[in-house]
């Protein structure tokens, strides 16, 4: 019996994101209102040629995050799966984006999900990630304590929350893993979230390269950038990181459109292919991205280079990805798409190696 292994899904409910951030405040909001269950179903009306359009997975989506329990949310996100099927679980710490107070921090956050750790129901299932901000004090300690006493199995990265990845306050994080062979996965891809402070008056330009930023926009931008990790990697050149989402789909069709000459700027995309072919340790994963059609065919192509085929990882971004398609829906698509081999390459054999799991 195979494992199909999920390494990009979340399981925090709109309990754990703070009051101003949308789409979540707004779905707390409306959860507390009569009509919130009918709402995707009303907003469906007004556009009456529709079937599966993006109300109905909006509500899909609000209605996720309105569980109770991470514990609920997981059993429904592994109902799309085999039973033998593995999930690497990623929390967020939403506590330093300064879009107000969450009715639970990241440490109820995550000790929800020790929790489920020691649940012997769960405990072989899942592997749970403790998400690091350079701005939390004794993020280090943190960082051991989950790993050691609760197994937590890797650690996650938010940066465009409010920070470069080659912030010296994650020293401490990245010599722990890069010794103990923990992974890393790190948002990577211009959309998600973003931080809600006034970035521009405290960085004028990236602090490594010097370039100028004209906006508010770029400066959030510029904290997801691939080749952030180029800094890491000059200090710790085996740490492990999954850098996540293969740079987002606008960025993989921006490759597919735009001719590449010296002076023009890379795709994020190519930016994170050109990192795993040139490092030991990086990867991405397919996570939302994938969940169009027309993007399939690069991830094909891309699997056919032997460096790249060892290095990108199956995951689905449930329940985010529930606004675009469902979670079998996700998985369906792109394995009938890329075949069999491929996707236990990607969705086995390299998680396997990323999560350090001996058969
Ligand atoms: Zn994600």
């Not at 991470?70 to 033998?84: A, D, K, M, R, V």
């Not at 650690?155 to 010794?179: H, N, T």
């Amino acid at each position: 019996m195979r494992t199909i292994y999920n390494c990009h899904a979340h399981i925090f409910t709109n309990q754990c994101v703070p009051e101003q951030f949308l789409p979540f405040g707004l779905i707390r909001f409306l959860s507390q209102q009569k009509f919130s269950q009918k709402l995707g179903r009303l907003l469906n009306r007004l556009n009456p040629r529709s079937n599966d359009d993006i109300f109905d997975r909006y509500a899909a989506f609000m209605n996720i995050g309105n569980y109770q329990s991470q514990q609920e949310i997981f059993n429904l996100l592994s109902g799309f799966y085999p039973q033998t099927t593995k999930y690497v679980l990623l929390s967020v710490d939403f506590d330093f984006m300064d879009a107000g107070k969450s009715p639970k921090s990241l440490l109820s956050q995550i000790e929800e999900l020790a929790e489920l750790k020691k649940d012997e129901h769960y405990r072989e299932r899942i592997y749970p990630f403790i998400c690091v901000d350079p701005r939390r004090k004794n993020i280090g300690d943190l960082v051991k304590e989950y790993i050691e006493e609760h197994h937590f199995a890797g650690i996650k990265m938010y940066p465009p929350l409010g920070f470069y990845p080659f912030d010296r306050g994650l020293d401490e994080v990245y010599e722990y893993a890069q010794s103990n062979k923990i992974p890393i996965i790190s948002h990577c891809s211009k959309g998600g979230i973003k931080t809600h402070a006034k970035m521009s008056k405290q960085i004028k330009s990236h602090p490594k390269t010097g370039v100028e930023f004209k906006n508010e926009d770029e400066v959030k931008l510029s904290f997801a950038h691939p080749d952030n990790y180029r800094y890491v990697l000059d200090r710790y050149p085996d740490v492990k990181i999954d850098l996540a989402h293969l740079g987002g789909g606008p960025e993989v069709k921006n490759y597919l459109v735009t001719p590449w000459y010296e002076e023009t700027e890379k795709s994020w995309f190519s930016a994170i292919i050109d990192l795993i072919r040139e490092s030991n340790n990086i990867f991405s994963d397919v996570s939302y991205t994938m969940h169009e059609y027309e993007l399939l065919p690069v991830l094909s192509v891309i699997l056919s280079d032997p460096k790249v085929r060892t290095r990108i990882l199956y995951g689905s971004d449930f329940y985010m990805v529930e606004m675009d398609k469902s979670e079998r829906a996700f998985s369906m698509n792109l394995r009938s798409y890329i075949g069999e081999d491929n996707f236990w390459q990607i969705a086995e054999t390299n998680p396997e190696e990323f999560l350090n799991i001996t058969a």
